[in-house]
């Protein structure tokens, strides 16, 4: 009966994304408690938006996620840091992302990157216009990586099982 519970689990796409989303909530939301003077909230989005729902590739989906979370946080920060908070920066900010992205041959993840460079320059911030884009850029970064590594520690957890029971993986 176990078993066949196991067997179940890990061989459907769905159980394994609601596994790894909620653990992704359970530790954003945490954090978002345990430090609420910090803008904790993009560390839950980002958290969840690395997480890939699908099964095939969800790793290199995840790690690609991951880039071009980092892509659009970095170069957020360096248009807030050089050229300032306005509507000129946000165009630059949208141009350079997507040229960073198709020079690091993740086009497919522009929109991720592009939602990253916007989460950091449109949304108001908490704290002075110095700090709050190296607090976002941070909160974001650290979303993306415990999400990549949810997916990375819960593919490591789900492989043995896999190879046991027989499944393709």
């Known amino acids: 009966m176990l078993d066949k519970i196991i067997k179940r ?9 609601i596994l ?3 653990i992704g909530f359970c530790i954003g939301y945490a954090m978002f408690l345990k430090f609420p003077e910090y803008e904790l909230f993009w560390t839950l989005l980002s958290i969840i938006l690395v997480i890939s729902p699908e099964e095939k ?5 995840s790690i ?3 880039k071009s979370n980092l892509i ?10 050089t050229i300032g908070s306005s ?6 900010g949208i141009i350079l992302t997507i040229i960073v992205c198709r020079s690091f041959k993740v086009m497919n993840m522009a929109r991720v990157a592009l939602v990253a460079l916007l989460i950091i320059m449109v949304q108001p911030h908490h704290s ?6 190296i607090f976002r850029f941070v909160s974001v970064s650290t979303g993306c990586f415990i999400g990549l590594l949810i997916v990375v520690f819960t ?3 789900i492989r043995p099982l896999k190879r046991k029971y027989g499944i393709p993986y």
């Open 9 to 17: 689990f890990i061989t459907s796409a769905i159980s394994i994304y």
């Open 20 to 22: 790894r989303c909620l």
């Open 57 to 61: 590739d969800s790793r290199k989906l």
């Open 64 to 66: 690609e996620r991951f």
């Open 72 to 81: 659009g946080s970095l170069v957020a920060l360096a248009c807030i840091q």
């Open 87 to 92: 509507f000129y920066s946000i165009i630059a």
């Open 128 to 133: 002075s216009i110095i700090e709050a884009p």
């Open 155 to 157: 593919s490591m957890m």
